[in-house]
């Protein structure tokens, strides 16, 4: 018998029936059958039933043994017997060597990654891991051409049951170690496991349409030509190239053409330098005129238009094309050179258009491979793609891998097998490409957004590429990474590889390919000639409802704050009630109680009704409101309780959702243990809808310098650099309360250090009344501007610290400065002491002021309150102190004199009493000592150190 014919029959008939009872004895007690079945048994996993004629096909689970032995009795009885005897040897190396073949499958399904051809110069050895030799499974090399039954179904580039071990062999590495290389085992879903599984194993040889092919080459032609130009054209100009890694080009073509076949609306983009001019010209279409008249130091902006402006490698875009006869708008976020931050702020750019649209706009992020790996943020990112608050349908992560990080090679960069083994966590599959196959590249990517769309889930692709030059165009590589800079000299550039390789096939002649180059060059030229006398007359790149914005130098105004009687008791009456049948906590229904009486009394009204009154009123007029961040929804002093839970059944119930039945809606989000990644998300979300309210609120003040980047090259600078207004609110709880130095400060003096040419609001709010206004401020006025403002702790509670509701009805506005509200305060020429304060020590020293005036000590002190440090209210504040001509000036603070507003304040009070001829031009400072630490963590030294400097400030 031929042995293609004794392994049928050994898998076939009776033998098959014979094969599953043994299995069921198996199952039932693994001491019941031979020792040597057993060991098979144990070594079957998912894969028991291909054993018994692939009943069922390939399975990641294990199937009920009913099931099996039904199907082998049927087909038992279907199948004409053998006449020939099968011997329990003969059964059991057949067996076997079935099970070691599938072993062996499953392995490639697992670690053919590892034996994968993606690097370009060939430098990585490839070395066959021992999960991938057929050795560790016992096969020998005279086992090669010995028939294996697999059953058909086990892998689909096995279309036979039987195959020989090389045959086997030889498809797996076809598959799974050629120019793409892949990683999806370790996910969870058994539907995208078998998904992917049925994508990667079916697609056989990549062949692409003729007109594919040369569309690929065109793409290719222009990422080439375009770096070979600027490298002739700007010697030594820093321009960040994309040379050795131009097959992003392509890729982001077939990205882009695969999401329009979805009915995507629009693609944003994350980037950092390397490539970002590139694409920013050859993929969503900045005008090459455009980009050489920056490379000659003219600047993105019309003439007219104030700030600092930005190097062109950190620039975005916007456009709008057709593709595939389909409309789509591409954008480039701008961003900063700190590597990865910019990811964080497309996510919340594509969330905002989602929640206003629709879900059909997809995230694209760039990485540099060493920053993927080393960059915190990045993790951040990847834990929030499937959080309520932030997911987006998944996003598309492409690592841009040329191996090294500067003069880092990847041994000193990562600690994992690859640079993107991060990204497990977010359970995304991983693709890593050989960046000289475009044509892999490009079957990639549509498999990734087709992943993505089916999915709703990220997808990371690692285009294995290489650094033409050094990290910029004026560094010598070779002193660091010899043996790699000599293997790029020696390598042809993409163009030059695919040219070639379609020439050999006949699609395209090289002499074909060389006209079209040149045809291009001859293009750059007439933009580099055009680009002399080219001057930018509109900024195309920012979308419509911004350009309606004024910008710093233009007509700002700000318009009426207050609200109507009628819809204060409107948002009253959904504040203090909810839906019938729910079940609210007893103690929650007393603070509704109260709210329902503060809206009755028209007095009392607190911080947290305050800002339910502003994010109501808002709603009612249209405006959507987004809040998040660590415990918001409670608050993170048990204050807000703006989402109640049904204490059954756990619903929330959202009490300002309920106003009316026509208002925009609000978002109340806990966010998870981030700053960085979270901060970020919110400004993309606010830089992208002019039209909502959008707050980021940190669990305590002091957590906020995690995330100093986002302040400091996003919040801060964005207008100057970029003309990218933000109208995000950050909500940061500081002060002095005896709770130590992690829970007391939110860093006043760094925001005011940050603060010039108007760029954003920084306040130290002590009326409900003046936070009220300054929330819907944001809003109402033709500007947007983000506002930082040092939020209450002890106030949210405090009896003084409430405003009746005639403080948000009629004339009312925000306040910037609060001169003495003492009736008693009549003949201000009498006052000797006008002791200028912000924030919570207002009360402080106002109820120590109130001791003191009972033992008659206190009668000459007046206190004015300064609200907003930023832009600051020197007109105002004038005004307010030319009325106490005979005071003597203190600024009373109770940060330590490093810190908080003194050093912010000194100079600019002074310069307001020269130049009115006050009679004192001298501030005089009262607070803590200047330390290293903002606060003590005992609450005794506390209270004797807020003690003396209350009393000093009050003279006493």
Known sequence: MAAKDQIESIFSGSNGAYLADLYAQWVENPESVDPSFSDLFMMLDDAHNIIVKDARGASWSPRPLTDILHDIDEKAASTPQKTTQITHVQIEAAVHDSIRAIALINAYRN?????????????????????????????????????????NKIASFLPKEIHTLSEIIAGLQRVYCRSIAWEYIYLQDLEQRHWLMQKIESQGVINLAIEDKKRILQQITEAVGLENFCQKRYVGVKRFGLDGAEVTIPALHALIRQAVQYDVQSISMGMAHRGRLNVLTNVIGKSFTALFYEFSGGSYKPEGISGAADVKYHLGYRKTVEVAGKTIELSMAFNPSHLEAVGAVVEGQVRAEQDRS??????VILHGDAAFAGQGVVYEILAMSQ?????????????????????????????????????KVARAPIIHVNGDDPEAVVKVM??????????????????????????????????????????IRKHDNLYKVYADKLAKEGVISFA?????????????????????????????????EWQEMKFRGQDRQNFSTAISHDIVQKIGKALSSYAEGFDCHPKLIRQLEVKAQMFST????????????????????????????????????????????????????????????????????????????????????????????????????????????????????????????????????????????????????????????????????????????????????????????????????????????????????????IDEVDPTV????????????????????LMRRLELRCELQSEQITLVRLEQFYPFPASELAEILSGYPNAEMVWCQEEPENMG?????????????????????????????????????LASVYKAEQATLVDQALDH
């Open 826 to 845: 009549t003949d201000k020429e009498a006052i000797k002491r006008v002791v200028i304060c912000s924030g919570k020590v207002y009360y402080d020293l």
């Open 387 to 423: 959080l309520p608050a932030y997911q987006t349908g998944g996003s598309i992560h492409i690592v841009i891998n040329n191996q090294i990080g500067f003069t880092t090679v990847p041994e000193e960069s990562s600690s994992g097998y690859y640079c993107t083994d991060v990204a």
């Open 512 to 544: 074909e390919s060389e006209a079209n180059w040149n045809e291009f060059q001859e293009y750059l030229q007439e933009s580099y000639v055009v680009a002399q006398n080219y001057r930018v007359n509109e900024m195309e790149w920012i979308a419509k």
């Open 602 to 817: 028209g007095v009392g009204i607190d911080w947290a009704t305050a800002e339910a009154l502003a994010f109501g009123s808002l709603l009612v007029e249209g405006y959507p409101v987004r809040l998040t961040g660590q415990d918001c929804q409670r608050g993170t002093f048990s204050h807000r309780n703006a989402v109640l839970f049904d204490q059954k059944t756990q619903q929330p119930y959202v009490l300002l959702n309920h106003i009316q039945p026509e208002q925009a809606k609000i978002d109340i989000y806990n966010s998870h243990l981030s700053e960085f990644a979270v901060l970020g998300f919110e400004y993309g979300y606010s830089c992208t809808n002019a039209n909502a309210l959008i707050l980021w609120e940190a669990q305590f003040g002091d957590f906020v310098n995690s995330a100093q980047i986002i302040i400091d090259q996003f919040i801060s600078a964005g207008e100057s650099k970029w003309l990218q207004m933000s109208g995000l609110v950050m909500l940061l709880p500081h002060a002095q309360e005896g709770q130590g130095a992690e829970h007391s400060s939110a860093r006043l003096e760094r925001f005011l250090q940050l603060c010039a040419e108007d760029n954003m609001q920084i306040c130290n709010l002590t009326t409900p009344a003046n936070y009220f206004h300054a929330l819907r401020r944001q809003l109402k006025r033709n500007y947007r501007q983000p506002l930082v403002i040092m939020s209450p702790k002890s106030l949210l509670r405090h009896k003084l610290a409430q405003s009746p509701l005639s403080g948000f009805t009629d004339q009312t506005q925000f306040l910037p400065v």
């Open 446 to 487: 549509q498999l990734a957004v087709a992943f993505r769309e089916r999915f709703s889930t990220d997808v990371v692709v690692d285009l294995v590429c290489y650094r033409r030059h050094g990290h910029n165009e004026t560094d010598e590589p070779v002193f660091t990474q010899p043996v790699m800079t000599q293997a």
């Open 111 to 151: 670690f053919g990654h590892q034996y994968a051809q993606l690097d370009p110069l060939k430098l990585a050895h490839r070395i066959l891991v021992a999960d991938l030799d057929p050795k560790t499974y016992g096969f020998a090399a005279q086992d090669m051409d010995r028939p294996i039954f697999v059953g």
């Open 901 to 937: 507003g003194w050093n912010f304040v000194d100079r600019k009070i002074e310069k307001i009493l020269r130049e009115m001829n006050h009679k004192t031009s001298f501030v005089k400072y009262v607070g803590r000592l200047s330390a290293a630490s903002p606060a003590t963590g």
């Open 358 to 363: 629709s879900n059909k706009h997809l995230a």
